[in-house]
């Protein structure tokens, strides 16, 4: 398994700028946002200068970008916000495709209007469900059109708000394109250790033959987000898990502060080194 970061945990306008900062806090992969460019995350054109500039950098820097985040509402209550998103989508499509990125992240969305992250009692209903559906479908034909893979993430907030439904999707589209990112601490709030432990087995048990990243972040005993390793989530438990299901992509942290870089990886990197003694 190779550790990385999301790109944006650093400052900086230029992937020059940017890149080295992933380096020298000792990770040698990055999920990219175009916000390291100087752009929105989800921009309405993408450059050829620009792509040029993230391929240098990636290049002089030794940093590999596993991910390209391209996240939307994809059940935003209003039509017209979802078709810019996939208009959007098929930019950022178009850019991993020339740069080698072979993951776009997604968020599955909320029936909340103003914020993508936030719990909305309409996500569990029947109209939420077939939106998405929609909208997959169109993003696959995205995905299929720049041969590049979907990944999905299970968020309590979210209409994907569990392992299980994240199986429900990928086996009602049957597309080899999408795949899982798995984030244990997205599974639950305040959970003791032995009932997050079980959730995690039985969420890798239902995913495991569709992840393609991890990612590493922790919580509070309020449920709060943190770096990873400062928290309650049970790393130890997850990582083990992790392995013996099979999984040797990217681990890749977010939720932390660029100071907090180099002790993230420190922790990641022991935990990991106590897996393969």
């Given at each position: 398994m190779q550790l990385g970061i999301f790109a944006k945990t650093f400052d900086g306008k230029r992937p020059g700028l940017v890149l080295?900062?992933?380096?020298?806090?000792?990770?040698?992969?990055?999920q990219y946002n175009m916000a390291c460019s100087g752009l929105p995350a989800m921009p309405d054109e993408i450059s050829d200068a620009v792509i040029a500039d993230i391929k240098a950098a990636a290049k002089s820097s030794g940093v590999f970008l596993n991910a390209l985040s391209a996240t939307y509402n994809m059940i935003h209550p209003d039509v017209s916000e979802r078709e810019t998103g996939h208009r959007r989508l098929a930019i950022i499509a178009g850019a991993a495709q020339d740069l080698d990125i072979p993951l776009i992240t997604l968020c599955t969305g909320t029936r909340d209007a103003q914020d993508q992250w936030k719990h909305h009692p309409d996500n569990t209903?029947?109209?939420?469900?077939?939106?998405?559906?929609?909208?997959?479908?169109?993003?696959?034909?995205?995905?299929?059109?720049?041969?590049?893979?979907?990944?999905?993430?299970?968020?309590?907030?979210?209409?994907?708000?569990?392992?299980?439904?994240?199986?429900?999707?990928?086996?009602?589209?049957?597309?080899?394109r999408l795949k899982i990112i798995f984030d244990p601490a997205n599974l639950f709030e305040t959970e003791t250790v032995a009932e997050q432990r079980r959730i995690v087995s039985s969420a890798l048990a239902l995913l495991s033959s569709d992840i393609a990243m991890a990612h590493a972040k922790d919580r509070t005993t309020s449920g709060?987000?943190?770096?990873?390793?400062t928290g309650?989530?049970?790393?130890?438990?997850?990582?083990?898990?992790?392995?013996?299901?099979?999984?040797?992509?990217?681990?890749?942290?977010?939720?932390?502060?660029?100071?907090?870089?180099?002790?993230?990886?420190?922790?990641?990197?022991?935990?990991?080194?106590r897996l393969a003694a």
């Open positions: 080295p900062h992933v380096k020298a806090a000792g990770f040698a992969v990055a209903s029947s109209a939420a469900w077939r939106d998405l559906i929609q909208s997959m479908q169109t993003a696959i034909t995205i995905a299929d059109r720049y041969n590049v893979n979907l990944g999905i993430e299970p968020e309590l907030a979210n209409v994907i708000n569990s392992a299980a439904k994240a199986r429900l999707l990928i086996d009602e589209l049957k597309s080899p709060e987000f943190v770096a990873a390793g309650v989530l049970d790393y130890p438990h997850f990582l083990s898990e992790l392995k013996q299901s099979g999984f040797d992509g990217p681990i890749v942290t977010h939720g932390l502060s660029a100071a907090e870089a180099p002790m993230v990886r420190e922790f990641l990197q022991r935990e990991l080194n």
